[in-house]
């Protein structure tokens, strides 16, 4: 890709596609601010009413403080769908600009330069490899864009509460950054095998259905249907392998993060116990933990598309980047005028 990351070509691809929804990028962004804000003064609301109201047995402190989280939850909630609609929006818009230029562009194609990619891989480009950006664009809209201000913004609330417990994240985040970086990096060259496996299926699909009557005539289906079983097997092991990185993906993370839980219980009971710390304020610090995980935890799920993400800008790139070789000329001749 002239000498491109991976990255680089989706980065470009986005930045072209994209451009017309910076607008709606803009006020997402705003808007996912607005919902991790909410998200954030909820443990602290949460945590004044264990505190101020149940401990010291005050009702209307209770009434007081619900009232506050039940108005800033219903906040939260309508950013989120607003925000969800606009993201959809964005990423639909690039998908079907996407498939209308690559489909524009195919057009123009020659048949030799169809057959340098053939026809079921132009296909596999113009749908399944549009799809995964059109996933990663919404999943980063909707999800990802709150992952740093919540890393940020729970860090923060956290040492407010309690700054010897907040150790815990500078062993945490580390850990959950390995066990995510080493998974990762085992992950994108499988999804480049698996895009072209995928390619391999339908070739052989579109094989069969074009030639099923020289086939049948020849008495070829037996062969035939050991050429369709060796690219299905191809394509069910390169699954496979990638799904067996992710049972291995969610589960360590899963473990990590209960183990964050058991730690911040253990350790805020034992300062509970010395009079340095409120229960309170242990339940709010164990919700900005798991605030923290979870951004991290989306982290991951953006890691588990991204790769394919990259690998399909890749190769939609790589068709758009073939320029014809018959162009149509800027003044065509007209016909010449009857006799």
Do not use: C
């Not at 959809?88 to 330069?113: C, P, T, W, Y």
């Amino acid at each position: 890709m002239n000498g491109l990351s991976l990255p680089g070509v989706l980065l470009t691809t986005l930045r072209r596609y994209l451009g017309p929804y910076r607008g709606f990028l803009l006020t997402i962004l705003l808007l996912k601010i607005v919902e991790t804000i909410a998200a954030l003064s909820l443990p602290t609301l949460n945590a004044g009413i264990i505190n101020d109201g149940v401990v010291a047995g005050d009702t209307n402190k209770i009434w007081s403080l619900g009232a506050q989280m039940l108005a800033i939850t219903v906040v939260q909630g309508s950013v989120a769908i607003v925000g969800a609609y606009l993201a959809a929006r964005a990423s639909m818009g690039l998908g079907r600009q996407m498939r209308k230029d690559i489909f524009g562009h195919v057009q123009r194609f020659n048949l030799e330069e169809v057959s340098r990619f053939g026809a079921p891989s132009l296909i596999t480009r113009s749908t399944n490899d549009i799809q995964q950006i059109q996933m990663v664009v919404f999943m980063v809209a909707t999800m990802m864009l709150m992952a740093p201000i919540i890393l940020v913004g729970g860090t923060v609330m956290a040492l407010r509460v309690d700054v010897p417990l907040s150790s815990l994240l500078l062993v945490l985040i580390p850990l959950l950054l390995a066990v995510v970086g080493v998974l990762a990096g085992r992950l994108l060259p499988r999804f480049r095998t698996m895009q072209d496996r995928i390619d391999r299926v339908n070739l052989v699909m579109r094989e069969q259905i074009q030639g099923v009557r020289v086939i049948r005539a020849f008495v070829r289906q037996k062969e035939r249907g050991e050429v369709f079983a060796r690219a299905n097997d191809e394509l069910t092991d390169t699954s496979l392998r990638i799904g067996y990185l992710f049972a291995l993906l969610f589960p360590s993370v899963t473990i990590i993060m209960n183990l964050a839980s058991l730690g911040v219980m253990w350790f805020g009971g034992l300062r509970i116990g010395d009079g340095q710390m409120e229960v309170g304020d242990l339940t709010a610090f164990l919700n900005y933990m798991m605030h923290i995980l979870f951004s991290v935890m989306i982290a991951v799920m953006l890691v588990t598309i991204l790769p394919r993400a990259q690998v399909a800008a890749a190769r939609f790139q790589e068709v758009m980047a073939v320029a014809p070789a018959i162009k149509a000329p800027a003044r065509p001749l007209g016909l010449p005028e009857p006799s």
